[in-house]
């Protein structure tokens, strides 16, 4: 995978990456891998709330549901 990056972008992220010890494209691995898991976790996390939830009966119905859904999306 290719990333463009300005002059400007290129040079502050290699700073960086010196800084913490490491080759730029070790240290964009390391990032990338890094978001990846957080999101990865932070969805499973949230998947298993809603499963707790469901098994202790606190649910809501579609009526609600319909109208939570129409206010995030006119957010």
Known sequence: MHVPLT???EARF????SA???RPEQWAHDILAGVAVAEDEAFR???Q???DQADRGE???EA???ARVGRM???
């Open 59 to 61: 649910l809501i119905d």
């Open 49 to 51: 709330l809603g499963i």
């Open 7 to 9: 002059p400007e972008e």
């Open 14 to 17: 290699a700073k960086l990456a």
């Open 20 to 22: 913490a010890g490491k």
């Open 73 to 75: 999306l006119r957010s």
């Open 64 to 66: 609600d549901m319909d």
């Open 45 to 47: 996390a949230a998947v």
